[in-house]
């Protein structure tokens, strides 16, 4: 059940055309090539894939795209959040018919509920199919926050609860889980300048966000983390974090979005409330960008 849960899995920007329709045809060529550069797995559409904007059929479409692109060589992952239990549940179950092999189940849009009834939310979700679920704890995003204490009470009750995203930025959450749940769960660091600590404290996957872009760099910074080759692991960490940083701050879907145009692997379009960066902001980020890239390091095959 807890397989699919490991290495670097991509949660996917959302590509749209100039009239901000879903742009199919670049999704699909944006998952073989994150496939092809190592990615264990495809995520989408959460946060970073704006999913907050996207129709159920449009939702519905993209796993259909991402699904039908990678066949079997990785598995494709649905994120499911809504403003219902019953809308998430019915997203949940087509998702499942559609062949995705697992969920990311995000607590509820908008209403910050308290414990008894996020556990409610999320057994609801979780007992709709029998995929493997993965449990998003994003406390600074969404307001609500699982405690260790609440992720080992759901690992004993629910049995398709594989894994956990933490993304509370706090690194020993990842120490305070492993302490509660031992192996029954997978832990995936969900905050990409957290990777290195939170794989040296016990986590075994990385759902990434600057991976959309760069994928190559993001599987070689696992590859060398993992097995703690550290003097390795922090050489490219150190050029890669200007980067990483991107990953956590309000308009991250921008500028990885941004990222992703410099590197020839997108555009850089989002949906509305969200707009393009402009002016000095723009300058600022693009700085940054066209820095990290002139010095861009030359991978060598791992010894």
């Known amino acids: 059940m807890s397989s699919i849960w490991k290495g670097v899995m991509p ?20 998952c073989r090539w994150l496939v092809d550069q190592g990615c264990t797995g495809i995520v989408t559409p959460g946060s970073l894939g704006e999913g907050t904007t996207l129709t159920g059929d449009e939702k519905t479409e993209l796993w259909k795209t991402c699904v039908h692109s990678v066949g079997n060589r990785v598995p494709v992952v649905a994120a499911i ?19 995705c092999q697992g969920l990311m189940v995000l607590p509820p849009y908008v209403y910050r509920g308290d414990w008894r009834e996020m556990k409610s939310y999320l057994l609801a979700v979780m007992n709709a199919t029998p995929l493997s679920c993965m449990l998003y704890n994003n406390p600074v995003a969404y307001g609500t926050d699982f405690l260790p204490e609440h992720i080992e009470e759901l690992a004993h009750e629910q049995g398709n609860l594989s894994a956990v995203k933490e993304s509370s930025t706090d690194v020993r959450r990842v120490t305070a889980i492993r302490a509660r749940v031992a192996e029954r769960l997978q832990i995936l660091v ?13 986590a075994v996957g990385w759902i990434a966000g600057l991976a959309n872009a760069l994928p190559q ?24 974090l200007p980067l990483l940083r991107m990953d956590t701050v309000p ?18 379009r989002v949906r509305p409330p969200r707009l393009e960066l402009v002016g000095s902001e723009l300058e600022e980020a693009l700085g940054t960008i066209r820095r990290a890239l002139k010095s861009r390091p030359t991978l060598q095959p791992i010894s």
């Open 190 to 202: 969900g905050v990409d300048d957290a990777i290195v600590e939170g794989l040296g404290m016990g």
């Open 81 to 99: 959040s809504a403003l219902s239990t019953a809308e998430a549940v019915a997203l949940a179950g087509q998702a499942a018919r559609l062949g």
């Open 11 to 30: 949660a996917i920007t959302t590509c749209f055309r100039e009239d901000l329709t879903v742009d199919h045809e670049f999704i699909a060529r944006h």
């Open 251 to 268: 308009k991250f879907v921008q500028l990885i979005k941004l990222v992703q145009q410099e590197v020839g692997m997108g555009n850089a």
């Open 217 to 240: 760099e993001s599987v070689r910074l696992f590859e060398l983390a993992f097995p703690h080759q550290h003097d390795e692991a922090l050489a490219l960490y150190r050029w890669f």
